[in-house]
Structure formats: structure tokens, C-alpha cells
């Protein structure tokens, strides 16, 4: 050790440091930090960058931000331009680089940044390497210059020194002065110079430059459009970290874009992207999970990776997580909840959680804040001509949500919607009706609620069969009713199944059929329709379609009793005894008005009218 100091001692301080780095290199670091360091300590620039640098990134010493950042700062002071671009780029990732072993420009314009940038001291730094000649300091200035506070900004002497940093070759002075240049290309001459500066740093590796190209590439942007080549770089840029290149090139494997198609491996990558925090790609995840594919669907694990996405801002993961605590699938049902994310995806402009969040305020469920913000949305977009926001804003007018009722305005706007938006013509037809707002004209709402079922509106189909039924608006159709209803009630309404029953039960001007009958009864009532209930548990009771059973005719009236049917009341105190049969029971008279289908739809049709605000174009 005594001959070990000595030699240190007839060393020159760039001999010590000659000998010391290689070595280093040569993996002997015990033996060549010291004779760094004594360079070091002699007041010897470069020198004290390498000892900065082995603190860094723990060579020969355990890592130290403290020791990193002291001899950094002394080798810049000193004039080191390696040393103080080095500073600028730490100061950009707020110090953390130092903890983290990055010792390089590598993460300049990439998309995992790091916390807490200290931008004034980044720019400083970065300021004294690029005026003493650096190219990687030239870029760390002209990105600073571009990106950091307002304060800071100036474009024109960013692009001055990004030309200076590609001039002299430095990759991540191609990708400054390309990203510079893309904000001014408009035509094709410039685009093509932004490619070529794109390239130049994609040729040296740099992610997000590889990412850029990609997109270039694939949408022929100064260049023939390429898909599967703008994939590859995807790849590459993957490959490296790039968490949207990730997110890309996973959805590339998933759908077999450019590349043959594997949605095993296309899930893993979009995991790693959502991990990483990409919020497309999180929302990507959540949408497999929820749709299924070969296996059922997993709505729990869906959850997890929508909320992950919707955290992050992405507005349609927010939507789909709204929808899952709205049907309580893969998480407890909470209209609250699904209020909450509704407002996120709707606040950043998400259409369809407008309208969600509308149809859960008529409901009763989110506030008066909401019913404000809604109404507002709508009757901006409808101002601007929009049909779809024009139908919404008049369901607001009438129904009060965010503004006072007012049928007047709602039939107003409802009939503008009406000439594009079918669940418009409902509206509208239902108000002419019912003269909400307007004076009554049956026959022409008749007419617009006929055009709504004509493109299979369900609702407008069970309305106009009612119409028909009774002669509202026009003829007597009782043919035409019973197709519609039937029509209605494979699609599963269940008040259309109650119809469909109570007309092939007799009184109509339409072959009986009391099996049929019977068979429609139960679908409704199994789906806990009241009158259905009752009226089953009356054919069962009495035979009227050939199967006589009392005890379940006894448990159906019950149900219906429970639903607070009072008719079915009655019918339960006169059943007769399970052993015994009652001769004043009729096999021609059902009894009741609920044998009628009218009465029974009614208070269903005007709980279901348009529930669902969602235009049917």
C-alpha cells in the first residue's frame, strides 16, 4: 500500500487518471478509483467527472447522490461540459436520475418522465455546456427552452440550438430539431426534413424517436405509408421502454395489424404499457377482460384495469367503469359511483357518458350539479345544430333535469331532433298524444311514433300496438296490434308479453288461444310482472287452459299480492281448497280489467318511455 501511495505521488494527474480509467474498464475499479480520485483532488476537471460519475452509478463506491452531485458540480465549475450537461439532465428528473443510476441524455423527450423537474438549474447547467460547445448540452438547452415553464420558453432559440446539436451529429439534437420542425411543416418538402432528422436519431436508438418514425411511417407522413414497417418500430421502441410503443405494438399483435397476429403475446405487452402508465393501454386490458373472447368475460379483473386506465384520464375507460358499477358487474352496484365516473368521462368530453349520466339523473341519482352541467352540455351541442344533443336537451325541458320544466320548448326542440333521431319521433309523438306542450293530435303523433317503430324501436313498437288496439289516433287494428306486441315481446318486453297474453285470452278480434295465452302469462310473470302474476295464477287456478293446479295459482296470487296488486287480493280469499272444487268459478270470465293489455301496460310504458336517452340513429 506504501508503494501503492507513492506511485500516486510521481503521477501527473492526467497520468493517474490515464491509468485509473482503464482500470476500470478493465473491471479493476478497487485498484483504479484511487488513482482517479488523486487526479480528483488536484483540482483536475475530468477527473472529478469520473469520480462523479463512479458515485453514479456505484463503480468501485456505493452509489451517492450527495458525493455524485458534489464532484459533478466541482468538474462543471471547472469548465467540464460533460459534467454540466450531465448536471442539466439530473436537474431535469429532479435529482431522482441520481438515484437511479441514469448517467445519460437517453430519457430527453421520453414518455416516462420523472418527479419534480428543478428547470432553473436544469437550464443554467445546461446553458454553460451548450455555450462551451456541447451537442448534448445544445439539446438539453433547446428542450428546456421548448418544454419547461412558460417563463422559460423561447421556440426560436431552441430551434437555434437544436441546429447547432444536429449539426454536430447528436441524436437527441435530430429528435429536438424534428419535433421543432413538425410544429411548421406544411408541406411536403418540410415534412420530408422532419423524417430525415427522425431518422437520424432512430438510427442511434433513441426510443422515442424509434416511437415517432413508427407513427410517421405508418400513416405516410413525408414518406409512402408503410403499416408494417411503422410496426417494427413500434417494436423496437418497445423493446427499449417506450410504454406508448409498448402500447402500440401490443395492440398491433392483438388485432394483427401489420404483423401476424398474436393476442397472447399483444395482452402481455399492453399490460406492460399499462403498468408503466399508459392509460390506453389500461383501458385496452380492462376492455379484453370485459369482453371475454375465448373465455367468459372477467368483469373484476375488467374493473381493476379500467380504474387503472379512468385514474390516468383516459375518458372512455372512466365510461366503461361507470357502466360496470351501474350493472354491479365485477364490482357491488353503486349508482354513486357510477355517477362519479360518468362526470370524469362526460367533464372530458366523452358523448355517451353525457347521456349516461343524464338517464341516471332522471332516475334520481347524482345532483343538482350534474343537472346543470348536463342540460348545459346539451343545449350546446344542440345550439350548434346537433340532432342527437337537440333530443337530449329537450328530454331536460321535460323533464326538468338541470332547468325548469318547460313542455312548450321540449316539443320545440324535440320536433327539430325528430327529423333525425328516432327516439325523437317518440318523444314527439307521445307529446302530440298526449298535446304536452302542444295542442293534441293523435293521428300525427300516431304517425311519428309509427315512423320510430318502422326501424324497430321497441318501445315506439308497444306504444303504436296500444294505439292500434284502442283506436288512438286512428283505426281499430287488433291484427296489427297483436304482431306488434309479439314482435315486442321476443325482443323481451315484458309488458308486450303481459299483451300478447291478455289478447289471446279472448275479448279480442283475434283467434283465441288460451294455451298461448298461459305461455305468455308465465314468460311476464317469471320477469315479476304484476298483472301477469295474477292473471296466471287465475288461469291456473280455474283451468282455463287445461292445466288446473291451486297451490301454484295460490303462490303466483301471493306474488302479485306482494307487488301490492289489490285485485289479487281478492282472488286469493276466494280460492277454493286445494281437495275441492267451486262451481261459481267460469271458465268464461276471467275477470278483472287486467285481462285487458292496455290497463296492465300503461303504468309500464310511461316508467320505460324512453329510459334510455341513447338516440337510435
Keep these: 500500500m506504501a508503494a501503492f501511495g507513492r506511485l500516486h505521488a510521481t503521477l501527473s494527474p492526467r497520468g493517474a487518471l490515464r491509468r485509473g480509467v482503464r482500470r476500470i474498464e478493465r473491471g479493476d475499479a478497487k485498484r483504479g478509483l484511487p488513482l482517479v480520485l488523486h487526479a480528483a483532488r488536484s483540482g483536475f476537471a475530468e477527473a472529478e467527472y469520473r469520480v462523479g460519475r463512479c458515485y453514479l452509478e456505484g463503480t468501485g463506491v456505493p452509489p451517492s447522490r450527495a458525493q455524485a452531485a458534489r464532484w459533478l458540480e466541482r468538474a462543471g465549475n471547472h469548465g467540464c461540459v460533460e459534467a454540466q450537461s450531465l448536471l442539466a439532465t439530473l436537474y431535469l428528473n429532479g435529482l431522482t436520475a441520481l438515484e437511479n443510476?441514469?448517467?445519460?441524455?437517453?430519457?430527453?423527450?421520453?414518455?416516462?418522465?420523472?418527479?419534480?423537474?428543478?428547470?432553473?438549474?436544469?437550464?443554467?447547467?445546461?446553458?454553460?455546456?451548450?455555450?462551451?460547445?456541447?451537442?448534448?448540452?445544445?439539446?438539453?438547452?433547446?428542450?428546456?427552452?421548448?418544454?419547461?415553464?412558460?417563463?422559460?420558453r423561447d421556440p426560436y432559440e431552441a430551434l437555434i440550438w437544436y441546429q447547432k446539436s444536429a449539426k454536430a451529429d447528436c441524436p437527441q439534437g435530430h429528435l429536438g430539431l424534428a419535433l421543432s420542425l413538425a410544429s411548421m411543416a406544411t408541406d411536403a418538402r418540410a415534412r420530408a426534413d422532419v423524417t430525415k432528422h427522425l431518422r437520424r436519431a432512430a438510427k442511434a436508438g433513441l426510443p422515442t424517436a424509434l416511437y415517432l418514425l413508427g407513427m410517421t411511417t405508418e400513416r405516410g407522413i413525408g414518406m409512402p405509408a408503410d403499416q408494417a414497417a411503422g410496426v417494427q418500430l413500434y417494436r423496437q421502441a418497445a423493446e427499449k421502454g417506450h410504454r406508448s410503443a409498448q402500447m402500440r405494438w401490443g395492440m398491433a399483435l392483438l388485432h394483427g395489424r401489420g404483423v401476424?397476429?398474436?393476442?397472447?403475446?399483444?395482452?402481455?405487452?399492453?399490460?406492460?404499457?399499462?403498468?408503466?402508465?399508459?392509460?390506453?393501454?389500461?383501458?385496452?386490458?380492462?376492455d379484453l377482460y370485459a369482453k371475454g373472447g375465448e373465455l367468459p368475460p372477467n368483469y373484476a379483473e375488467a374493473a381493476t384495469w379500467l380504474r387503472m386506465g379512468a385514474e390516468a384520464g383516459h375518458r372512455g375507460a372512466a365510461r366503461a367503469l361507470g357502466m360496470l358499477f351501474l350493472t354491479g358487474a365485477g364490482v357491488a352496484r353503486d349508482h354513486n359511483e357510477a355517477a362519479h365516473w360518468f362526470r370524469i368521462a362526460a367533464t372530458a368530453g366523452d358523448r355517451s357518458a353525457q347521456i349516461d349520466l343524464a338517464n341516471l339523473l332522471?332516475?334520481?341519482?347524482?345532483?343538482?350539479?350534474?343537472?346543470?352541467?348536463?342540460?348545459?352540455?346539451?343545449?350546446?351541442?344542440?345550439?350548434?345544430?346537433?340532432?342527437?344533443?337537440?333530443?337530449?336537451f329537450g328530454v331536460c325541458l321535460a323533464e326538468g333535469v338541470g332547468i325548469e320544466r318547460d313542455d312548450r320548448k321540449a316539443a320545440e326542440w324535440l320536433r327539430r331532433a325528430a327529423d333525425g333521431v328516432v327516439n325523437a319521433q317518440y318523444w314527439?309523438?307521445?307529446?302530440?298524444?298526449?298535446?304536452?306542450?302542444?295542442?293534441?293530435?293523435?293521428?300525427?303523433?300516431?304517425?311519428?311514433?309509427?315512423?320510430?317503430?318502422?326501424?324497430?324501436?321497441?318501445?315506439?313498437?308497444?306504444?303504436?300496438?296500444?294505439?292500434?288496439?284502442?283506436?288512438?289516433?286512428?283505426?281499430?287494428?287488433?291484427?296489427?296490434?297483436?304482431?306488434?306486441?309479439?314482435?315486442?315481446?321476443?325482443?323481451?318486453?315484458?309488458?308486450?308479453?303481459?299483451?300478447?297474453?291478455?289478447?289471446?285470452?279472448?275479448?279480442?278480434?283475434?283467434?283465441?288461444?288460451?294455451?298461448?295465452?298461459?305461455?305468455?302469462?308465465?314468460?311476464?310473470?317469471?320477469?315479476?310482472?304484476?298483472?301477469?302474476?295474477?292473471?296466471?295464477?287465475?288461469?291456473?287456478?280455474?283451468?282455463?287452459?287445461?292445466?288446473?293446479?291451486?297451490?301454484?295459482?295460490?303462490?303466483?296470487?301471493?306474488?302479485?299480492?306482494?307487488?301490492?296488486?289489490?285485485?289479487?287480493?281478492?282472488?286469493?280469499?276466494?280460492?277454493?281448497?286445494?281437495?275441492?272444487?267451486?262451481?261459481?268459478?267460469?271458465?268464461?270470465?276471467?275477470?278483472?280489467?287486467?285481462?285487458?293489455?292496455?290497463?296492465?301496460?300503461?303504468?309500464?310504458?310511461?316508467?320505460?318511455?324512453?329510459?334510455?336517452?341513447?338516440?337510435?340513429?
Excluded: C
Excluded at 414518455?111 to 460547445?133: Q, S
Excluded at 293530435?441 to 303504436?464: F, K, S
Excluded at 295474477?534 to 299480492?561: F, H, I, K, P, T
Design 101 to 152: 443510476g441514469h448517467a445519460g441524455t437517453a430519457d430527453l423527450f421520453g414518455a416516462n418522465a420523472m418527479a419534480e423537474p428543478d428547470f432553473v438549474e436544469a437550464e443554467r447547467w445546461a446553458r454553460r455546456a451548450a455555450t462551451g460547445g456541447s451537442a448534448d448540452g445544445q439539446a438539453l438547452l433547446g428542450y428546456i427552452l421548448t418544454s419547461g415553464p412558460e417563463k422559460l
Design 260 to 286: 401476424t397476429a398474436n393476442p397472447v403475446e399483444g395482452e402481455s405487452w399492453l399490460r406492460r404499457a399499462a403498468l408503466a402508465g399508459d392509460p390506453e393501454a389500461a383501458a385496452a386490458v380492462g
Design 362 to 392: 332522471r332516475q334520481g341519482h347524482g345532483n343538482t350539479q350534474d343537472s346543470i352541467r348536463t342540460r348545459e352540455w346539451f343545449e350546446q351541442a344542440a345550439a350548434s345544430g346537433d340532432l342527437v344533443a337537440a333530443f337530449n
Design 428 to 617: 314527439y309523438g307521445r307529446m302530440l298524444v298526449e298535446g304536452r306542450g302542444v295542442d293534441a293530435e293523435p293521428a300525427a303523433g300516431r304517425a311519428w311514433i309509427t315512423r320510430a317503430a318502422e326501424v324497430g324501436m321497441l318501445e315506439a313498437e308497444v306504444t303504436l300496438a296500444e294505439m292500434l288496439l284502442k283506436g288512438l289516433g286512428g283505426a281499430k287494428d287488433h291484427a296489427a296490434a297483436l304482431s306488434l306486441f309479439e314482435k315486442a315481446a321476443r325482443r323481451g318486453h315484458v309488458g308486450a308479453m303481459f299483451a300478447v297474453g291478455a289478447m289471446r285470452g279472448g275479448g279480442h278480434d283475434v283467434p283465441m288461444d288460451r294455451m298461448e295465452a298461459q305461455r305468455w302469462f308465465r314468460l311476464a310473470a317469471e320477469r315479476d310482472h304484476a298483472h301477469a302474476q295474477m292473471m296466471l295464477g287465475r288461469y291456473l287456478a280455474r283451468g282455463l287452459a287445461g292445466e288446473r293446479d291451486v297451490e301454484l295459482a295460490r303462490r303466483w296470487l301471493e306474488r302479485a299480492v306482494a307487488q301490492g296488486l289489490e285485485e289479487a287480493q281478492h282472488d286469493l280469499t276466494t280460492l277454493p281448497p286445494p281437495t275441492h272444487s267451486d262451481p261459481s268459478w267460469s271458465d268464461g270470465d276471467v275477470g278483472g280489467a287486467a285481462s285487458t293489455p292496455s290497463e296492465a301496460l300503461r303504468s309500464e310504458a310511461d316508467s320505460n318511455r324512453s329510459a334510455n336517452t341513447t338516440a337510435l340513429m
